[in-house]
């Protein structure tokens, strides 16, 4: 359905007129409005842009993909998956761009962000800001590296670091321009490029899952042993679009869901707040269709829990997992005044979310075990009606986070004369 | 205490500086900081202004005092008892000035405000901003009406309306030179004008006492009937601090609730928006260490009603009253969209609110007669403890509220040429 | 010369750092700067958007070129003549596209704007604002004229009115498509279409020259008369830039000087200030190394007359013509305070401009015959000096312009309640 | 008269709108205005901050009054000069306060600038910004100092360095308020304060005194011959209003030429611009009917001189007198290009700016020696019609002034990381 809008140079409608309905006749309500040719007019890049990006790719030794939401936003999924299988691309995504590209893949490298920042000679970001989530290109990354960045946004160019092949367009033109142009020059990436990484990726793997198994027997629970539960579940319902929001519970989650499907996993990105995860559940429920699954930290939930009523009240498919380990970071924070009061950081770990949730009707759960978070999923997710699962986690489970202040300015400068 | 600030023009201290005990000693740190002489420094109106204001006030054949917000915050309670008792002017107040006068003392024409709008002939306005909330002094007003204002600030003269006496400068400042002025002149009051307020007044109260009787058997409850529940408890604790917030329920209540001290009533006010009810709640608890009720519509309690949370984490002696009917102003609205969803202003007449207090630990009650919530709001505010009440109301107790429309402009400009 | 930037996330300079070189070396000053590989990053439109264009082109019984200053800065110089002359495309210039096709071509449609506007079926606008200068693509345009619009911005589709082809894209790759995607069509113009604007532009042309010829004996000189011996010494100079500020002066020497390259000419636009003359007359020199001849209304010239100064100082091959009639529009305007001061619109019409170029050493004429002028002019192009031409006009030359008024939004409302 | 403004919440009339006379009549557009009350409404200080100010001053060793434009716009003229004579306080003028308490008085400390700064303990701050003009109250100033200031803008106080006593209010009402209070205390000024700045101004009166009559028979002139000749006429015309703007010609003219009279003296102040002079110039000529002579440097005079044709259209009483050196600071800049070109900073020592008024019939001089110059400003004053004198002076007079870039902040952070 393409939009109509106010007709520009037309009648100014205030909101207090009455109904147009009673002043005039359809016809000439219709001649307010016009429906524009053309929404979004996608342009192509330069092809000297093109041919320079193709020039610097062929060149690379160790060249890697990154993929941000914009490349996800553009629906551009056969053509990335082109790009790196045709050329045998290791590729990283970004939270949200998780299962453009299946995190499983043999070309994922996900569990090699450290050696690529360090190794890579050249990375095609598509559809990402080299902003804070990326160390503004700097610090831990490869001096020398060269970046080849697609984006439909001029200004991202050189934003905050110099970017050696920019490709300024629609992303469905430019890669296709790309893929047209790569063929004409020949690869020389390094022969143990990939499998240094699929070997690394193969090791961090297994640790990771020895990580995880060796949590899920914790009693009472922490963040890994729910995760443990939650994983093999969520893998059983790769339809289920994954809302995440938190501090541990974003980064754990983020780490151990692995998305195999292309946008279905939204949480704050680089520049949404704490509190977008109720209202991004009830929207991915109504725009898809689909059942929904909220993985939240419990103060991230206390921002907009109340929206929970609205689940309930239209009675959408989403389910609201809540990680209750009493606090922000965690529940043991002491309170630095001397006067016995919660600290700051402070929640209450016997606070019962699931009974917020009978308030508003929705079928709840408490659970203790991994056992139990795994039949309430399971069952929540089958029953497609609003259900609230507070999973009880120890008070000690979770750790400050979030420690980038080395990215901020420290100027310390005396103004006396 | 008095605060220390940042010194001008001395050292700007970042955020993500390391603490300053690390780096400097306490000597060192002092010098970084200073109390000023003074935050607020008061300034006297124009002499000239209190002349006008004064042969202004003597001349009134009809006058009446209308109190703002403004006039409660300056403290300057017993200045204005002097005012209004010694030349026997009736007043009215706004809102959040209700109880800086009486609201049922002998010149209190709360229930007269408009014979007052459509009468009086001098209306001294002291700290009350003459915006919407008034009609912008146009429209009912007696249109030879002259305003003598009384304000701290200059912009507020002339805003929206003329105004014969505009007295700028501090409140208390202002309120002694106006009563070291008054008496130099003969004051002209039509001695008709005070009694048949008067007589009015005690019709009109007489009136809205059998209206709150009549309503008190209704069964289910309806907004009138929880509030004659309400009355005799708030009555019997004056000291409490009322929080008000919702569309029926906060003008309900308003009208309702009688308050005879000053400060003791918080609600949106001019400016504020919904959601303001809980921030409030703790405010008022945390600053003034008394109780605090607050009540609550059930919407208006959805915009911040998880911090509620906050009040049970820290103990504080704030009992919430959610009138719960279902909805925005009720919760009969038909879906007009024929597919047989909730209407946009309809909530869920059986959520229940009690179980959300449950979830934090607070004392909860539900309450379905005017006896239970008599009983629950007695036991609450003696506890001195988080309670929560939700008093189930029927789906059609309230109606559509807040019809200002008129106040708007209503342009339906053809630019076409 | 490509040029060279601060580094993004590098060094910040302050104004009052001292000079770089006291403080690092040149290899550590180069470190803070860096040159970026795509200053502009041109982008080519959407295939479709071309498709369209080209069908709605091949479509029109009564088709437009309308040439606006995009057109020229692109420099699209050989597409844009390619696109009139295989298609026989009439075309209008907008004041700063005059000269991107010859003013005096067989297909300028300069004389035929009002025919264009009222018959053109569908319009080809190139790097035009349908702004103001316009009329918004309302009011007296045909109402079902279509515009294919050719922009860099894409903010500027839609903007005052719905264009139905709009192509966003630069202009050189957008022109280069349409000229490969229109040999596909087959066209439709109306063969009477471009004869009978060239009969109307015939007709229109030689009133005008008749119209020069009858002012040329005027005395003293009108606009009119200085025009008809200002045009062909510009004629002959054909690479001389020209500035143009006022008035009368600048309606009237637009509509007379025929520009036959592009880019020679720069005025105020569509949103440019009086007072751009003498800045754009040195800055055409310095940027061109050419020689400029600025013709001014002589309320134009006191916006900025001061900076002649610098003409003279860089002795740059400036020619300032300013048209002295004493007045805004003219120098008969009466004081309406009836006080036998000037009129708020009158200057002086004995000011000698000449006498202020003395001031500076310039060349200086003052003039008050077309020989003279026309004797002087030539003088002054030839020397490659600065020169100053104090061009006396009849008091009565000119009159009041400028009126649209209609275009602006006219609200009398009352907001009284 | 007093102003008669658009009625608040009435009719918005659009310039657009036709001459309302032609759609209403007198009596329907006057209810479209009203006149205010109160335009500006005095307020007085509060009393306790009047008896801080009180004390501290009585307190004060070596007190001594800083006048501002603000005390010369409140016309506060006989308070200031009340507090000053009574208690023998020696005041300082900022440049327009200058002839507030006259430049020569006895207890003029003019000359003793920075004995002020370094030594005084209290410094009565009358309408003055402690601004970098005053080195924001830091960096010379005895670091003891109180600061007692009195002003209408709360915003001033402690704006960049911390006030002991702020008195905020009316100027009149404050000042008449803080002569009531000081004959309460016993003042405690040093005997030896006085005198000292008297001794002080008097050696430093002469020295200044021999330095105008070195520079006297200086041929070419330099800025002191100039102001030697000039000197003596102001003198002679104390009435007569003096703008002053320049570098070099800024400073030493507000050196040489004492104000004995309240708002006589106009320049750019703390934040005004380069330009300001011929605008002032007809401003204050038409604003008072008095004489004025406006001191401009050539540079300064450049900016707006095209006004000049103002003066003679309107044929106002004003003598522009031009310092003409060549150049900004002076006219002996190098190109630093090599190229032979005009350095940035230089005009043309040559230039006749007499030519230009002769352009628009004014009275001109061009003069190049003390006595011509004489002559023609003795002349050009008592003429009471539009004169300017082109002051011809060595290309060498004049200095780069301006230095304080020290009060600027110097950052030079690596935001790398």
Redesign the interface.
């Known amino acids: 359905m393409r939009p109509r809008l106010p007709?520009?140079?037309?009648?100014?409608?205030?909101?207090?007129?009455p109904a147009l309905a009673e002043?005039m006749d359809a016809a000439e309500v219709e001649k307010l409005y016009?429906t524009?040719?053309?929404v979004y007019?996608?342009?192509?890049?330069?092809?000297d842009?093109i041919t320079?990006a193709a020039q610097i790719i062929a060149a690379a030794k160790k060249p890697a993909i990154l993929l941000g939401k914009g490349a996800a936003q553009a629906q551009a999924d056969d053509l990335v998956k082109e790009l790196s299988e045709t050329y045998k691309l290791p590729y990283l995504a970004m939270s949200m761009a998780k299962g453009l590209l299946p995190d499983n893949g043999p070309l994922s490298a996900l569990s090699c962000r450290s050696t690529i920042m360090e190794q890579a000679d050249v990375v095609i970001v598509i559809g990402a800001r080299i902003n804070w989530m990326l160390?503004?290109?700097?610090?831990k990354w490869n001096p020398d590296v060269k970046f080849v960045q697609l984006d439909v946004e001029?200004k991202e160019?050189?934003?905050?670091?110099?970017?050696?092949?920019?490709v300024?367009?629609?992303m469905n033109?430019a890669l296709k321009a790309l893929l047209a142009e790569l063929p004409k020059y020949k690869m020389n990436i390094d022969p143990t490029w990939v499998p240094a990484l699929q070997a690394e990726a193969k090791e961090k793997n297994a640790k990771f899952t020895a990580r995880l198994q060796a949590a899920a027997s914790a009693s009472p629970m922490n963040h890994w042993t729910a995760l443990s539960a939650i994983k093999p579940v969520m893998e059983a319902n790769p339809d289920v679009i994954l809302i995440n929001e938190g501090a541990n519970t974003l980064d754990d989650t983020r780490d151990t869901i692995d998305m195999v499907l292309p946008r279905h996993r939204v949480d704050c990105a680089s520049w949404s707040i704490m509190g977008m995860g109720i209202g991004s559940t009830i929207g991915a429920a109504v725009a898809t269709g689909k059942s929904v699954v909220a993985i939240e930290g419990d103060s991230a939930f206390?921002?907009?829990?109340?929206d929970f009523?609205t689940i309930?009240?239209?009675k959408l498919p989403c389910t609201v997992v809540i990680f209750n380990n009493g606090g922000i970071y965690n529940g043991i924070g002491v309170d630095p005044s001397g006067k016995n009061?919660?600290a700051p950081t402070?929640?209450?770990i016997?606070?019962?979310?699931?009974?917020?949730g009978?308030?508003?009707?929705a079928t709840t759960y408490y659970v203790t075990t991994p056992d139990e978070l795994s039949k309430a999923l399971t069952e929540a997710i089958a029953s497609k009606q609003p259900c609230l699962i507070d999973v009880q986690l120890a008070a000690d489970s979770g750790k400050e986070s979030g420690h980038i202040?080395?990215?901020?300015?420290?100027?310390?400068?005396?103004?006396?004369?």
Chains 1, 2, 3, 4 share one sequence.
Do not use: E, H, Q, W
Not at 7 to 17: E, F, K, L, Q
Not at 157 to 166: H, K, M, Q, T, Y
Not at 302 to 306: K, L, N, P, R, T
Not at 358 to 361: H, I, N
């Open positions: 007709r520009p140079g037309g009648v100014y409608i205030d909101m207090a007129t002043i016009y524009p040719v053309d007019s996608p342009v192509a890049p330069n092809p842009a320079r160390s503004f290109g700097r610090g001029p160019i050189d934003r905050n670091v110099p970017v050696a092949a920019p300024v367009g629609d033109l206390g921002f907009s829990g109340m009523a309930c009240r239209y009061a919660p402070t929640l209450d016997n606070a019962r979310y699931d009974k917020l009978d308030a508003f009707g202040g080395y990215l901020n300015p420290a100027p310390l400068i005396d103004y006396t004369v």
